[in-house]
């Protein structure tokens, strides 16, 4: 199975930029998304990678590198609302599934 | 904008009984799914549904846990004999196409079990 890595919080300032790192063991590599779940609430879809690059979304980019294992998410111009876990899941299909599996997520915080 | 529904938004339960949540997903979509999330732990895959049967299980989906689409718009979680660990928000999910794509799957909001 994967083994996901995320740092457990991070705390940034209002408008400034903001990186979160995942880092993956799969032997099957075959994409990686990232969700964003405010606290009692559901996950939201933000961002999808499988081939190594970056992908850019208004304020949100994701960046992956598949021979180092390594995604990040990249969050500008932070706004208060952004404060939420961000969760990283990948998908391994070396052992026939499809579903990707979650990391623990990072809690971020948002401070004025 | 279409949406998951899940019903009840809290379950509480005593240990040992039934309990069933219930997931209305986005109606065009193909393919179902059950997470569970224990307060402060990482979400965790249950199980998928397609075409009325599992496709794909976790070793969390025990015999305790069934699956059902009664219908042409509910999709429902059983657990026969709740234990104090079930207690979790499980989190219904559903997506137009094949997990294996890269169509991302929509959550519900939520339904928050609480064994006693």
């Known amino acids: 199975g994967q083994n996901i890595d995320q740092p457990t919080e991070m705390t940034a300032t209002e408008g400034a930029i903001v990186q979160i790192n995942c880092t993956y063991q799969?032997?099957?590599?075959?994409?990686l998304f990232w969700y964003q779940q405010h606290a009692g609430e559901a996950p939201t879809f933000l961002s999808y990678n499988v081939l190594d690059g970056l992908e850019e979304k208004g304020r949100f980019s994701s960046f992956l590198s598949r021979s180092k294992g390594y995604s990040y998410l990249l969050l500008k111009e932070l706004q208060m609302k952004d404060s939420a876990s961000y969760l990283c899941?990948?998908?391994?299909?070396?052992?026939?599934?499809?579903?990707?599996?979650f990391g623990r997520g990072t809690s971020l915080i948002v401070h004025p | 904008e279409p949406e998951v529904t899940q019903t009840p938004s809290h379950q509480v339960t005593q240990m040992g009984q039934e309990v069933i949540l219930r997931c209305v997903p986005i109606s065009n979509h193909l393919y179902f799914y059950w997470y569970r999330q224990i307060l402060g732990q990482k979400v965790e895959f249950l199980v998928s549904?397609?075409?009325?049967?599992?496709?794909?299980k976790s070793e969390i989906f025990d015999d305790q846990f069934s699956v059902e689409r009664p219908d042409g718009s509910n999709f429902t979680l059983k657990i026969r004999s709740t234990k104090l660990e079930d207690s979790a928000m499980y989190f219904c999910?559903?997506?137009?196409?094949?997990?294996?794509?890269?169509?991302?799957?929509?959550f519900g909001d939520g339904t928050r079990l609480s064994i006693l």
């Open positions: 799969t032997s099957g590599f075959n994409g």
């Open positions: 999910a559903s997506s137009e196409e094949h997990p294996y794509s890269n169509q991302p799957q929509h």
């Open positions: 549904f397609y075409n009325n049967e599992i496709s794909e």
């Open positions: 899941a990948v998908r391994d299909a070396s052992g026939g599934s499809y579903i990707p599996t």
